[in-house]
């Protein structure tokens, strides 16, 4: 069975170089979908589950082919 094909992921946003997402310089993945609109909120936009593009697996090509170009990350970071 494909999960992805019964609540695909959709992907808000990727920031490759991000130093406010953990220890070092990261790529972090921002992942659609929230439930707890919290005041305040930022990017209320990416509430909606289908915000974004969807994950697939040229797109996870696609950031890993980004990643590579940057040997100097020290990880990565999945934020939604």
């Known amino acids: 069975m494909d ?3 019964l609540n695909p992921l959709y992907i808000a946003g990727v920031n ?3 130093f406010s ?3 070092g310089c990261r790529c972090t993945i921002f992942i659609s979908g929230c439930l707890h609109e919290c005041k ?3 990017n209320k936009d990416a509430w909606n589950f289908e915000y974004g593009i969807p994950a697939t697996p040229s797109l996870a090509d696609e950031i890993n082919k980004e ?3 940057r040997p100097f990350l020290s990880g990565l ?3 939604g």
Do not use: N, V, W
Request: with cysteine; net charge negative; glycine share 12%.
């Open 3 to 5: 999960l992805c094909k």
């Open 16 to 18: 490759y170089e991000s």
């Open 21 to 23: 997402d953990g220890e």
């Open 40 to 42: 305040g909120c930022h």
């Open 67 to 69: 990643i590579a170009k």
């Open 77 to 79: 970071t999945i934020s």
